[in-house]
């Protein structure tokens, strides 16, 4: 089901979680013009939803006092995103995911007719979504307190652990929040380092939300964020690498612009990638699944470990 009759249900749901909507406003949401607003309003009239029109410069449509659709009504499209996002949730590290997960789906099946029912199931016994396996877990509670926070701009209290198990009491903007290979992150203003700073929310407990507001930058992208600082933390070892392909292949395979890093320069052979990095081992792998040509660059010490890698597979074989 797609395209006018999507448009006709996404219609329905914003009178229903609106109230009233001016024909403006809703042809501003749906992307369609308001002739084909009316238009809608009709398919949904010749449905048997009772919809109340108001003329006038404060008009608008609504939906009659007290209506409630019996049935849960969602397109394909729509039983599909709610059932991976499901399968996805049960894998980012939840504490209390399995129970929470179960409980929405029997809500929903419940609400659901028969064949939208039949639909839901059918993916979630036959689809199965693989994420990066999550390192460590943490409270529930921290990750809803967090998110709470950044979208309401209030400043929280936390105690961040250490890799060495030193404690630190911090005060913290949250800006926003990301996962990203197997870790939860949140991203915000640190009143302690007086900076930006990127916390995992597993290396974090006793988060409480204080009454100091602030105001969190607009457009603010966490996972952007993230992946930027982590390009810049200090590594001990160097590597250059050129990377034998397009910018729309690198893109797609490493997940965002290489225009839009430091990391990257690009060459009439290709992408320079020059970075550093903790393990050179570790990079090999990285470097290997891209599945990209490439051409080290140096230093020796990147190519040694190339050397070692190669005589490993050999000795496999």
Not at 11 to 16: F, G, K, V
Not at 130 to 136: D, F
């Amino acid at each position: 089901m797609s395209g006018p009759t999507t448009r006709v249900l996404a219609l329905l749901e914003l009178l229903q979680t609106h109230g009233r909507l001016s024909g403006a406003e809703l042809a501003q949401r749906l992307q369609v013009d308001r002739r084909t607003v009316r238009r809608y309003i009709t398919v949904l009239e010749d449905l048997g939803i009772p919809v109340t029109t108001e003329q006038g410069r404060y008009g608008g449509y609504m939906l009659v006092a007290g209506f409630k659709l019996p049935p849960m009504m969602f397109t394909d499209e729509e039983t599909l995103a709610v059932s991976l996002g499901l399968l996805a949730a049960q894998q980012l590290g939840l504490v209390e995911a399995a129970p929470a997960i179960a409980s929405v789906q029997a809500k929903l099946e419940r609400v659901m007719p028969p064949r939208l029912k039949q639909r839901a199931r059918a993916v979630g016994e036959t689809t199965r979504v693989i994420l990066p396996r999550v390192e460590g877990s943490f409270d529930n509670n921290a990750l809803l307190t967090l998110t709470h926070a950044a979208q309401s701009e209030k400043r929280v209290f936390l105690r961040y652990h250490t890799p060495d198990g030193e404690v630190l009491e911090r005060q913290v903007d949250p800006y926003g929040l990301a996962f990203l290979r197997g870790r939860w992150y949140v991203s915000g203003y640190c009143h302690l380092r007086k900076d930006m700073r990127s916390f995992r929310l597993d290396r974090i407990s006793g988060v409480r939300q204080l009454a100091m507001p602030f105001k969190r930058p607009a457009n603010f992208d966490a996972a952007e964020h993230l992946r930027s600082s982590m390009s810049k933390l200090p590594r001990t070892m160097p590597v250059e690498v050129l990377l034998q392909t397009d910018e729309d292949t690198l893109t797609r395979t490493v997940g965002f612009c290489p225009g839009t890093t430091n990391v990257f320069t690009e060459t009439d052979k290709g992408w320079l990638m020059q970075t550093r990095t903790d393990s050179y081992d570790w990079f090999i792998w990285w470097l290997v699944q891209l599945r990209i040509p490439f051409l080290v660059k140096g230093p020796d010490g990147l190519r040694d470990a190339f050397r070692s890698y190669i005589g490993k597979l050999g000795e496999a074989l």
